[in-house]
C-alpha cells in the first residue's frame, strides 16, 4: 500500500479555545489565518468550497455508501492508517494510527467506564482510508458543512472560497432553509462528504453496535460551525441537542491528545481488540 500525503487537513487548521497545552502555547498551534501552509490550506479550501455541492454530495453517497470497495477487519482498516502521513498537520509527523490511538486513551484515561467511547476515539478518522482509493483530499479531510442550504459564515473562509460554488448562485439553495424543514434535524441533512460521513456509513451498514451518541461524535466531530460556534441550529431538532454535548466532549479529546509521545500500538492493540470484538466484529465492508 502506498503512502498518501493527504496535504493539508483544514479541520486541524481552525481550532478554538485552546486550553493550556504542556509542551506548546496556544499561539503555536496552526491557524488560519498565517504560517508556512496558509496557501495550501487556502486552496484546499478553495477546491473543497467550490466543488462540494448537493449534487455533488448525492453522487459520493451513490458511489461509497454502498461499501462496495472493500472488505477488511476494523484493526486492518487502522493498520491502513499506517501508511497514511498528514502531513497538514505541523504539530506531529507521524502516521495517523498512532493519534487514533493517543484520542483513545486519552478517553480512557477519563472516561474508563465508557468503552464504546474509546473505540469511536480509535476508529473516528478511519473514512480518510477514502484518500487511499483515489478520492481528492478536498473530500476527505476539513470541516464539515451542510449543503442544499445557504453556508454560515462561521464556515472557515466563507467570504472567499463560495465564489464558484454553484449552490451559492441557486436562490432554491441559498436560502436559510433551503431544501429543508425547520428543526428537521441532522439525521435529515446531507453534510458536505468527507471522512466523516463516510465513516458513519460504514457503521450503518455493517450494523456496528456503538450507540447513538458515539455515531454522532463520527459523523460530525468535523461539523465546527455547529459544535463549536453554533450555526445551523435552525435545522436541530431535540435528538441533535442531546447529542451536541457528546459531540463537544469527543472534541477535546481529538485536538489536545497529540503529542510526539508515541504510544505503544503493539502493547494497547489487545485491548482495542477486545472492544472492536464487542461492536464491529469480523470483516466488515467498506
Partial sequence: MRVINLGPDPSLVYRPNLTDNASKDKSEF??????????RVFNTYKLMHTH???DFVKQKHAEWAGCTHSRMTMMESIQA???????????????NSFHAFQTAEGIRKEHPDKDWFQLV???????????L?????????GDTFPVGCRFQKSIV???????????????KLNSEFGIYQPNCGLDNILMSWGHDEYLYRVMKFNKCLIPEEGLY????????????????????????????PWVKEFNKFDLYTKST???????????YQSLIDKYCPGTLQW
Avoid at 482509493?133 to 479531510?141: F, I, K, L
Avoid at 435552525?234 to 441537542?241: E, P, R, Y
Wanted: net charge negative; aromatic share 12%.
Fill in 52 to 54: 462540494q455541492t448537493l
Fill in 157 to 171: 473562509f466563507r467570504d472567499s472560497t463560495f465564489l464558484d460554488n454553484p449552490d451559492e448562485k441557486n436562490p
Fill in 133 to 141: 482509493w483515489g478520492e481528492p483530499q478536498w473530500a476527505v479531510v
Fill in 30 to 39: 496552526r491557524n488560519f489565518e498565517s504560517g508556512e501552509l496558509f496557501d
Fill in 81 to 95: 492508517l499506517d501508511q497514511l502521513v498528514d502531513e497538514s498537520d505541523p504539530d506531529v509527523d507521524f502516521p
Fill in 121 to 131: 476515539g480509535l476508529i473516528h478518522d478511519i473514512g480518510k482510508i477514502m484518500a
Fill in 217 to 244: 461524535m463520527i459523523r460530525f466531530h468535523s461539523f465546527y460551525p455547529w459544535h463549536c460556534h453554533g450555526d445551523y441550529m435552525h435545522l436541530c431538532n431535540d435528538k441533535d441537542l442531546r447529542m451536541l
Fill in 261 to 271: 509521545d508515541l504510544p505503544d500500538v503493539e502493547e494497547l492493540k489487545p485491548y
